[in-house]
């Protein structure tokens, strides 16, 4: 059975750290990870990963993932309040299938 | 504009009673999901449609049933099977190789 596990499940932080969130992952045949923000209904997009040790980036947010380890990480420096939120790693897997896994997600919480 | 639609926002069954969950897109996207989400968990994936006519159940899918006649449309049915129906359950789509997209999902209670 295909399984994505995200840790820790809860994060309390103060604004202005850094935050380092996993997820790891065991999948038939992987094709790509992709990381979600969900802060009221409807989670929305942050990165998709495919290939190995090259760091996506986009403002204060970076991701990258390792095969080798079957893991990704999510980075958010200097955290502000409006980062509070659940964030999600779905992997996707399969032959030929657009099949999509979810983890358990991580809550986020920054204090001000 | 395009995106998904989810219909109802919030619904409310008695026990016992099927219930069917709208999900509509204008993305022109092959593929639909259906997933529910507990509160404060993931999402755990019930029913996904790579194509009209065709669906495949995902990790969740006792007491679930879904339709594909219409490229555009991927409606839910709960039925009277699945034992804790009450969740959150959020339809998307996609195209090959690109994110997700998701619709504002759609709070069910059954008492």
């Known amino acids: 059975e295909d399984k994505v596990v995200q840790s820790p499940l809860s994060l309390v932080v103060h604004e202005g750290d850094t935050v380092t969130l996993n997820c790891s992952y065991e999948?038939?045949?992987?094709?790509?990870l992709l990381w979600y923000k969900q802060e009221k209904k409807a989670p929305t997009f942050l990165f998709m990963l495919?290939?190995?040790?090259i760091e996506k980036k986009s403002g204060r947010l970076s991701s990258i993932l390792d095969k080798k380890e079957l893991s990704s990480i999510l980075n958010i420096t200097a955290t502000q309040t409006g980062d509070s939120a659940i964030y999600l790693c779905?992997?996707?897997?399969?032959?030929?299938?657009?099949?999509?896994?979810f983890g358990q997600g991580t809550r986020l919480t920054i204090n001000p | 504009d395009g995106g998904i639609t989810q219909s109802p926002k919030y619904l409310f069954r008695k026990e016992g009673q099927n219930v069917t969950l709208s999900c509509e897109q204008n993305?022109?996207?092959?593929?639909m999901y259906w997933y529910r989400q507990d509160p404060g968990q993931g999402l755990r994936l019930i029913y996904y449609?790579?194509?009209?006519?065709?669906?495949q159940k995902g990790d969740i899918a006792e007491g679930y049933s879904v339709s594909r006649e219409k490229k555009e449309s991927f409606p839910l049915t709960v039925t009277s099977a699945q034992k804790n129906p009450t969740a959150f359950y959020l339809c998307?789509?996609?195209?090959?190789?690109?994110?997700?997209?998701f619709g504002n999902g759609t709070r069910l209670t059954v008492t």
């Open positions: 998307a789509s996609r195209q090959s190789n690109s994110p997700l997209h």
């Open positions: 999948v038939t045949n992987f094709r790509s």
């Open positions: 495919t290939s190995s040790g």
């Open positions: 779905a992997v996707e897997a399969g032959l030929g299938a657009q099949k999509l896994v």
């Open positions: 993305l022109n996207h092959d593929a």
């Open positions: 449609s790579q194509i009209v006519n065709d669906f």
